[in-house]
């Protein structure tokens, strides 16, 4: 337990200048204001996503005002089509939530929700010119991961499935593909529907997974919450402990000192032994 303490204790996410001990990412975009509190503390979550247009609810109430104040603010750029309306929204947010960090978030389709590649790299590139911090939310495909960790991302933030679907590791392959080619954290983000997925997704070497629907939509919002965490920090101790291969059926006890003529011809035989 001590060994697993250690480990745990010095296992640093790092975005940009930020650091980090939680890899969980709570989202807060469907939560009823008054569970976030509680929601986070089961989660033990560090950083919280918070849309602008959240902020205030016809004047009534202020999500800021549930976040705790030792909790990091994400803010995203969610409602923006192009990186034009992306730039415009996270300048908002950093008057508001005086922080660097940003969520680019640029969805130009309403059918699918799928986010756009082409425009979020030429505001990833927008925000890193104007001292952001951006974390890029993307459809997992190598070339515009590029695109994006050239233009200053802070990391990349695959979709495992199409946002709010929780069906899990749709796109596993492609993740794959980036956690060898891009030296960046690597963040999935949308379609994590179970703790078992969000476990599995950590075992790949995924650096956080960001969650907010299957949360939202549990019956026990807090209790699912704490689920979470417990499957990505078990992903993680799995992943840093190094995963057995695959392989062809073997023995778990050693058999080669075992002759023919000493083994017994019977179970009875043997207990008789």
Known sequence: MRQADS???????????YSFSSRFILGSGKYSLHLIDSAIKQAKAQIITLALRRTNRGGLENILDFIPPNITLLPNTSGARNA???????????????????????ISDSKYLLPDNYESAKATEMLAKEGFTPLVYMYPELYAARDMANAGACAIMPLGAPIGTNKGLQTKAFIEILLREIDLPIIVDAGIGSPAQACEAMQ??????????????????????????????????????????????????????ISPASKPSSLTSFLQD
Not at 226 to 238: M, P, S, V
Request: net charge neutral.
């Open 7 to 17: 480990t745990k204790s010095s296992d640093i996410l790092r975005l940009g200048k």
């Open 84 to 106: 034009k309306e992306a730039l415009r929204i996270a300048l908002l947010a950093r008057e508001i939530c005086q922080s660097d960090l940003v969520k680019v978030e640029v």
């Open 204 to 257: 790949m070497g995924v650096s956080a997974i960001m969650a907010n629907t299957a949360i939202a939509n549990a019956k026990d919002i807090t209790q699912m919450a704490h689920a979470f965490r417990l499957g990505i920090e078990a992903g993680r101790l799995a992943y840093l402990a190094g995963l057995a291969q695959e392989s062809t059926p073997t023995p778990s006890s050693p058999i080669e000192d």
